[in-house]
């Protein structure tokens, strides 16, 4: 198709780009508000982002490709339904892995690991982007926006892990330090999302300002 052949010549010279775009500039959970119960609710400690990026990177990479591949032409109210059995199948592969690296880590997370097989944005990525690109271009979306959730959760993890216990990953930073249970709460995590999405909306008017800045100098200069 001259569609995929165009955006296979687009990836070889703006993959880097593209990369950037599902990191910062579109991230899925600050911008796309997508996968925000994990990142709230589990999102804690630094260990348990880690092991959440993980599981959605070992399903969404694999998901995304398969979709790309095989389900462009199905119709959309199977379509669904096959990308969440075809997950389901990967979290057993990525509970053993895991597992293997990070010993008693997806058994900590309790349902919140087995709830990674629906995310959000595996299933938007899968459905709504892989199915109408190329299979290259649907690999470096997923690469991307796994890297913009693991991104988003180990920050924020990693904050409320300070403010909770004291310590970054099970390692103790500050000594007789007083315990705020109530930051690993839930709620807790929807402030510091808070946060974090203004600091990163920000980043990103920045960034268009700057841009239409230079676009207006260039204009003027023609002129």
């Keep these: 198709m ?4 165009k955006e296979r010549e687009q990836l070889g010279k703006h993959w ?3 990369l950037l775009y599902g990191v910062l500039y ?4 600050l911008i796309g508000a997508l996968g925000m119960c994990p990142v709230i609710a589990a999102g804690y400690t630094l260990k ?6 993980l599981i959605l990177a070992v399903l969404m990479i694999p998901t995304c490709v398969v979709s790309s591949l095989l389900f462009r032409r199905v119709a959309r109210w ?3 339904p096959l990308i969440v059995l075809l997950s389901s199948v990967l979290y057993a592969g990525a509970y053993w892995a895991v597992r293997y690296f990070l010993p008693g880590m997806p058994d900590a997370l309790g349902l919140y690991g087995p709830l990674m097989i629906v995310n959000s944005v595996i299933i938007s990525r899968a459905d709504d982007f892989s199915t109408k690109h190329c299979v290259s271009f649907a690999a470096v979306n997923a690469v991307a926006c796994s890297a913009g959730f693991a991104l988003v959760i180990c920050i924020a993890s990693a904050v409320r892990e300070i403010f909770a216990y004291g310590t970054i990953g099970g390692y103790v930073l500050l ?6 249970p109530a930051v690993a709460m839930p709620f807790f995590g929807f402030i510091v999302l808070g946060y974090l999405g203004a600091l990163f909306k ?8 700057r841009k239409h800045t230079k676009s207006s100098q260039e204009r003027g200069a023609e002129r």
């Design 202 to 209: 920000g980043f990103r008017n920045k960034k268009q300002e």
């Design 26 to 29: 579109n991230n899925p959970v």
């Design 2 to 5: 001259p569609e995929m052949k």
């Design 16 to 18: 880097k780009t593209l």
């Design 175 to 180: 000594e007789s330090y007083h315990e705020i």
């Design 48 to 53: 348990n982002g880690v092991t959440l990026s």
């Design 78 to 80: 199977i379509r669904i």
